[in-house]
């Protein structure tokens, strides 16, 4: 599973609250994606957003690891391993609804697949 697979699969994973709002995150990856977060649903796409709230630079390596919980977002950004660019407090909110257990299990799916 790349970091690509990944992030097309986090809406299913998430849980919008009612307060959040409008938001557009670029995920600067080798095979770039945007997630948008609107009237309480988030959606994938593959690409460049025209013009995107937080934009987040890491590599695939270690986005997998973020979601994995095996890196801690603070520590990356910290060492430069993790680069956020905009509204860092939306990006930090959003990270907290993802549901690390739908993740898993989303990510489980992807690696059956592969292996089928």
């Known amino acids: 599973m790349?970091?690509?697979?990944?992030l097309l699969k986090v809406p299913q994973a998430v849980e919008i609250d009612?307060?959040?709002?409008?938001?557009?995150?670029?995920?600067?990856?080798?095979?770039p994606v945007?997630?948008?977060v609107e009237n309480g649903a988030v959606s994938a796409h593959?690409?460049?957003a025209p013009a995107p709230d937080v934009?987040?630079?890491?590599?695939?390596?270690?986005?997998l690891k973020l979601f994995r919980g095996e890196l801690n977002p603070m520590t990356a950004m910290m060492t430069g391993r993790l680069?956020?660019?905009?509204?860092?407090?939306?990006?930090?909110?959003?990270?907290g609804m993802?549901?690390?257990a739908k993740l898993e299990a989303a990510r489980d799916e992807i690696v059956r697949n592969e292996q089928a």
């Open 55 to 63: 934009t987040v630079r890491v590599s695939d390596d270690n986005l």
């Open 34 to 36: 945007y997630h948008v």
């Open 18 to 31: 009612a307060g959040a709002p409008r938001a557009v995150i670029q995920y600067e990856t080798s095979e």
């Open 46 to 48: 593959e690409g460049h």
């Open 98 to 100: 993802v549901d690390r």
């Open 2 to 6: 790349n970091a690509k697979e990944l």
């Open 83 to 95: 680069r956020v660019k905009g509204n860092v407090m939306l990006a930090q909110r959003l990270l």
